[in-house]
């Protein structure tokens, strides 16, 4: 009984996660401006062409390596900031 009442409260409260990480290349920006740039888009404050502001978007900066990793649950729109970010110069593993 534990078990069909943890599996269902497990379906209820969890959703599907999409992961990137973006790297930095010889071409593109520091990786921390992006960060920062992230951080207003997601609290509303920059708006990033054609792309709707994702609420609940989680951003980890990993800035010694060059990287930073972002997550939501909102599948399209991270599929258009992806596109957003690779279009200026940003190298990304893609959406897993």
Same mark, same amino acid.
């Given at each position: ?5 943890a ?10 996660e999409y ?13 921390? =401006?992006?960060?920062? @740039? &992230? ?7 920059? +708006? ?5 502001? $994702? ?18 649950? =909102?599948?399209?729109? @991270? &599929? ?7 279009? +200026? ?5 893609? $959406?897993?």
């Amino acid at each position: 009984m534990a078990k069909g009442v943890a599996e269902r409260w497990l379906k209820n409260a969890s959703a599907p996660e999409y992961r990137l990480t973006v790297y930095e290349s010889g071409t593109s920006k520091p990786i921390r =401006n992006i960060v920062n @740039l &992230l951080r207003s888009f997601r609290d509303g404050k920059a +708006r990033i062409g054609g792309i709707q502001t $994702i609420s609940d978007l989680g951003i980890g900066s990993e800035a010694s390596a060059g990287a930073v990793t972002i997550w939501s649950t =909102n599948h399209s729109e @991270l &599929l258009k900031l992806d596109a957003w970010l690779t279009k +200026r110069g940003f190298l990304s593993t893609g $959406i897993w």
